[in-house]
């Protein structure tokens, strides 16, 4: 009895401390944003959110943001600068919350999966200065504090990419028109606040469906599922115009290895090192992960067992082949805008490899960590044929992932006390 009583003191001071630390990192965001939106592009504080202001206020701008920045530009200026900030910051920390909400949904426990959102909220590039002098610039991240419309974006785009989840692994026994419609308005809100993110999520969600078609879902909710896209389709030909329309000189070209040449000197080295993690955990994963996915497709009453891991790399790839090959000819071909979307799905890349490392972790140490009782379990893992080896994987992996994390912590530190995100 007293073992318990002591185990339920710390779980609750553990979890009074954790919404300490959620409390102090929501202040220091709205602290930073009101910064950063005092101060120019370069210099003290620099981010693009000075500019976002002033093309919104100038009554230009393709996205949702632009909009909202001119209604609260109706308030007094401290007003409007508190405002836009703490706007920043709910689609920040709302961001982290709703990365608790996966982990857990994919049974993480609550300490832990606490632990690893804040893990996912900080990681960045594995910084080598002898690869890349810059901490941020010339590598990919997921985590970005100094562009508005990649944070409100990629708020909306994980309960996007959560609801295609719920939706998908559930068409084949039933479909509501309520689910549906609130995926197409939330697909569309978030090609309204930055392309990026449908320009990716589109084709491999097609692939999806194709597939799901494949294993017996009914072509008729497939269909439907389909059509969610229209409105998102209807908000890209309106941003096509304001950005590429005549006049305006801009165009997209095909111009393979532009973008990631653009500011990395090595940019083969510093994809990977974006991605350390990730590249871990799916060289682990991806042959049991091939061999459950084989079995689906035999068995096609399973469906798709993992279904977020195949859906996160796939999206990956997308992202990948469109920073390779396209680029942006005008006045914002120096902008390198076709990293924004490869940029997300690495901290989706991110979620989902953590999901696994947990698995891993949970099958290899024998440890409650993570509940394996679901049909995600991964198969070939749970065996512990090569456990030394196993072990050897889960404490590099877990040593990239802290690497990363503490990347993370000092750029933002730094960033908090005015360095530009060009900091080295």
């Given at each position: 009895m007293k073992n318990d009583n002591t185990k339920k003191i710390s779980e609750k001071i553990f979890l009074i401390?954790?919404?300490?630390?959620?409390?102090?990192?929501?202040f220091t965001l709205v602290r930073l944003h009101i910064r950063q939106i005092g101060y120019p592009?370069?210099?003290?504080?620099?981010?693009?959110?000075?500019?976002?202001?002033?093309?919104?206020?100038?009554?230009?701008?393709?996205?949702?943001?632009?909009i909202v920045i001119r209604l609260l530009s109706?308030?007094?200026?401290?007003?409007?600068?508190f405002a836009v900030a703490s706007l920043l910051c709910f689609f920040e920390a709302g961001a982290a919350a709703l990365t608790f909400l996966i982990l857990k949904q994919y049974k993480t426990e609550t300490k832990l999966a606490i632990v690893f959102t804040a893990c996912a909220t900080f990681a960045m590039p594995f910084y080598i200065r002898a690869i890349q002098p810059y901490r941020y610039i010339g590598y990919q991240s997921g985590t970005i504090w100094h562009n508005s419309t990649y944070i409100a974006m990629k708020f909306f785009a994980i309960i996007v990419i959560m609801l295609f989840l719920l939706i998908s692994e559930n068409y084949r026994e039933?479909?509501?028109?309520?689910?549906?419609?609130?995926?197409?308005?939330?697909?569309?809100?978030t090609t309204a606040v930055k392309t990026n993110f449908v320009l990716i999520f589109a084709p491999a969600a097609l692939l999806f469906l194709i597939a799901d078609a494949i294993l017996g879902a009914p072509l008729k909710r497939i269909f439907f599922c389909a059509l969610t896209v229209i409105p998102s389709i209807a908000v890209i030909l309106f941003q096509k115009f304001v950005?590429?329309?005549?006049?305006?000189?801009?165009?997209?070209?095909i111009d393979p290895l532009y973008g990631v040449y653009l500011r990395a000197e090595k940019p083969y080295f510093t994809m990977i090192l974006s991605a350390a993690f990730p590249i871990a955990v799916f060289l682990y994963n991806i042959i049991p992960v091939l061999k459950d996915?084989?079995?689906?497709?035999?068995?096609k009453k399973r469906g798709l067992t993992h279904r977020f891991f195949l859906l996160s790399w796939t999206m990956w790839f997308v992202g990948f082949v469109q920073l390779i090959l396209l680029r942006e000819v005008g006045e914002r071909q120096l902008d390198d805008n076709f990293a924004w979307g490869y940029d997300f799905c690495l901290f989706v890349l991110f979620v989902v490899s953590i999901i696994y490392f947990a698995r891993n972790a949970s099958s290899?140490?024998?440890?409650?960590?993570?509940?394996?009782?679901?049909?995600?379990?991964?198969?070939?893992?749970?065996?512990?044929?090569?456990?030394?080896?196993?072990?050897?994987?889960?404490?590099?992996?877990?040593?990239?992932?802290?690497?990363?994390?503490y990347c993370g912590v000092f750029f933002y530190i730094r960033l908090s006390q005015g360095l530009s995100f060009f900091m080295q």
């Open positions: 401390v954790s919404a300490l630390c959620f409390a102090f990192y929501s592009e370069t210099g003290l504080y620099e981010s693009d959110l000075y500019a976002h202001i002033q093309m919104a206020l100038n009554g230009w701008g393709y996205s949702l943001m632009a109706k308030l007094p200026e401290f007003a409007f600068t039933r479909l509501s028109a309520g689910s549906v419609i609130a995926f197409a308005v939330l697909l569309s809100l950005l590429f329309g005549e006049g305006t000189g801009n165009k997209i070209i996915t084989v079995k689906d497709f035999r068995e290899l140490l024998n440890i409650g960590i993570c509940d394996m009782s679901d049909k995600t379990d991964i198969s070939d893992n749970k065996k512990v044929k090569f456990k030394g080896a196993g072990i050897a994987y889960s404490i590099a992996a877990l040593a990239i992932l802290l690497y990363q994390v």
